[in-house]
């Protein structure tokens, strides 16, 4: 066998290996050190390179963006498990339920917020089925719009900062995690007001399909309503704001905003009653698993690319995506494509960890503006997320959906914010300025 073909094989095997179910961290590990292995034996390998791995373990360690992602992880899980996201829910509906699909866009407001505060589609899409889809059913909304909103809306929180996602883009990137919330900001709103509209015009063509709460339930007004809204809402909504707005004007680093952001979910916890033992140990818990499991990525994605690039494998990578026909658009269209199927199948930080090392290379080569670039990769990802039939986001609700809203129902949902999530991929590939508008100086 040719040894210039042990990278392009060592990277088929990981990718069988990660779709036959293997753990995607293991994966990595044990296919790195078996190819090393066996590139000593061959000659291709230089087992002295090994040496850096260590030193490289620990850049990764003493990485203090990476240090933001427990944090933003914590602060969303506290708001959900503290039941915080719940009076979202509720306050927003009730101040939407007087007018034809209030309920859904009380979804795709409450889901943008939520979403974005943990960062972590499956738990956005989790929360909010179990929350908002027995009452939307109850109310007579149509199943397919009910399960598409709340899909669709627990996505957002791969685009709209602050959120997790774009962290771990900006590091994979080289990039400002202020810039990169920045020129995704336009573009997130963008895809939550389109989520919007089509609600609108759903009620407005079929009303019974997003009718307006009765007025039996809806007890609340006026100057009674407003205070709700002003004590559920405000807070963590501002506390939203105060972290985003510190990071993008330079007043804290990721991490600081982030330890800022799960100290002030402890404060609206501990201020609403809601924070006791069993929703801080459920925050804790949940944030240690997620942590840990995007550690072991790290750590088995660093082992991957060091063995890789011994054999040369990064070279074939950078060659063959840079001499595509069409230069940069052929790039752009086969990472687009390479991602969008992916998704399919694994997790966003799998993907970022394992892909976005052999493709930037050659972006940067062909000068590609790589905010723009991670902002495309963010939006596209959300789409992979709810294509059936393998969308995570689908088999999330489908977990916690009542045995009344059949599977296919949730498919046929989620096909029209696919087409908007498409459609605002589009302008955001056509339009440029969309990502760069708020970077401009």
Request: glycine share 12%.
């Amino acid at each position: 066998m040719e040894t210039e073909w042990l990278g392009p094989i060592m990277f088929g095997v990981v990718f069988a290996l990660i779709f036959s179910g293997y753990p995607v961290a293991f994966s990595l590990g044990g296919t790195s050190l078996i190819f090393a292995w066996v590139g000593v034996a061959s000659g291709a390998f230089d087992w002295a390179l090994m040496n850096a791995f260590p030193e490289r373990l620990f850049g990764i360690m003493s990485n203090q963006l990476l240090l933001a992602i427990p944090f933003f992880i914590f602060m969303g899980t506290v708001l959900e498990k503290s039941k915080l996201a719940e009076d979202l829910l509720t306050t927003v509906g009730a101040l939407f339920g007087g007018i034809r699909g209030g309920l859904a866009l009380a979804v795709v407001f409450v889901g943008a917020l939520l979403a974005a505060a943990t960062g972590v589609v499956g738990a956005s899409v989790v929360a909010m089925g179990l929350i908002s889809l027995p009452v939307m059913v109850r109310y007579g909304y149509s199943k397919e719009l009910a399960a598409g909103v709340i899909t669709a809306s627990g996505t957002l929180g791969q685009i709209i900062p602050p959120s997790v996602v774009l962290i771990v883009l900006a590091d994979q990137l080289g990039q400002s995690v202020g810039d990169l919330f920045m020129g995704a900001l336009i573009p997130g709103l963008l895809l939550a007001g389109c989520y919007g509209l089509y609600v609108l015009f759903i009620a407005w063509r079929n009303p019974e399909a997003a009718p307006a709460l009765p007025e039996a339930e809806r007890a609340e007004r006026g100057l009674k309503l407003l205070k709700r809204v002003m004590l559920v809402l405000l807070p963590p909504l501002s506390l939203i704001l105060v972290v985003l707005g510190s990071i993008i004007v330079g007043l804290a680093t990721p991490t600081e905003a982030g330890a800022l952001g799960a100290v002030g979910a402890l404060l609206l916890a501990q201020l609403n009653g809601r924070l006791n033992h069993r929703s801080l140990h459920g925050a804790m818990d949940e944030t240690t698993r997620l942590s840990a499991m995007i550690l072991m990525l790290l750590i088995g994605s660093t082992l991957f690319a060091l063995v890789f690039r011994g054999l040369d494998g990064d070279r074939w990578i950078e060659h063959f995506l840079t001499h595509l026909p069409g230069g940069a658009i052929g790039l752009l269209i086969v990472a687009n494509l390479t991602v969008f199927v992916l998704g399919f199948f694994i997790d966003f930080f799998e993907i970022a960890f394992i892909i976005l090392p052999l493709i930037v290379p050659a972006a940067v080569g062909l000068e590609i503006d790589m905010v723009w670039f991670g902002v495309l990769l963010a939006i596209n990802l959300q789409t992979s997320f709810l294509t059936p039939p393998f969308g995570f986001s689908l088999f999330y609700l489908r977990g916690v959906a009542p045995a009344s809203i059949e599977t296919t129902a949730i498919y046929r949902g989620a096909l029209p914010f696919i087409g908007i999530q498409l459609l605002v991929l589009s302008l955001v590939i056509a339009f440029p300025g969309l990502v760069r508008f708020l970077l401009t100086p």
